[in-house]
Nanobody
Framework: QGRLVESGGGLVQAGGSLRLSCVASGSISIYAMGWFRQAPGKQRDMVAKISSSGSTHYADSVVGRFTISIDSAKNTTYLQMNSLKPEDTAVYYC??????????WGQGTQVTVSS
C-alpha cells in the first residue's frame, strides 16, 4: 500500500497561519485524502477531507478558516490553516483512502498555537 509523509507543522501565534502538506507514494490509487487531529487526552477527529473529484467536507470548528486541496498529479494534499486558535493545537495526521476500505495514516505532525 501507499506511504504518507506529512510536513509543515510547527509553532505559531494565535491568529497566524500554517500550511500542512502530505505526499502519498507507492503503487496506489487515491479515492480520498484527509486531515485528522488529536489533542492530548482526546480522540482523533476529522478536520477536513477531499475526494479525488474535489468534493470537500470540513469539521464545523474549522469552516471558514481551513482549506483542504489536492494536487492529484503529485498525489499531494494540502491543509491551509488561517486564523489559528490555541484550541487548534494537536498532532495533525494525514490520511488517505487507497482501497475504499479504510483510512491509511501518516506519522503525524505537531501544530502548536500559542495564545
Amino acid at each position: 500500500q501507499g506511504r504518507l509523509v506529512e510536513s509543515g507543522g510547527g509553532l505559531v501565534q494565535a491568529g497566524g497561519s500554517l500550511r500542512l502538506s502530505c505526499v502519498a507514494s507507492g503503487s496506489i490509487s487515491i479515492y480520498a485524502m484527509g486531515w485528522f487531529r488529536q489533542a492530548p487526552g482526546k480522540q482523533r477527529d476529522m478536520v477536513a477531507k477531499i475526494s479525488s473529484s474535489g468534493s470537500t467536507h470540513y469539521a464545523d470548528s474549522v469552516v471558514g478558516r481551513f482549506t483542504i486541496s489536492i494536487d492529484s498529479a503529485k498525489n499531494t494534499t494540502y491543509l491551509q490553516m488561517n486564523s489559528l486558535k490555541p484550541e487548534d493545537t494537536a498532532v495533525y495526521y494525514c490520511a488517505a483512502d487507497f482501497d475504499q476500505s479504510r483510512w491509511y495514516w501518516g506519522q503525524g505532525t505537531q501544530v502548536t498555537v500559542s495564545s
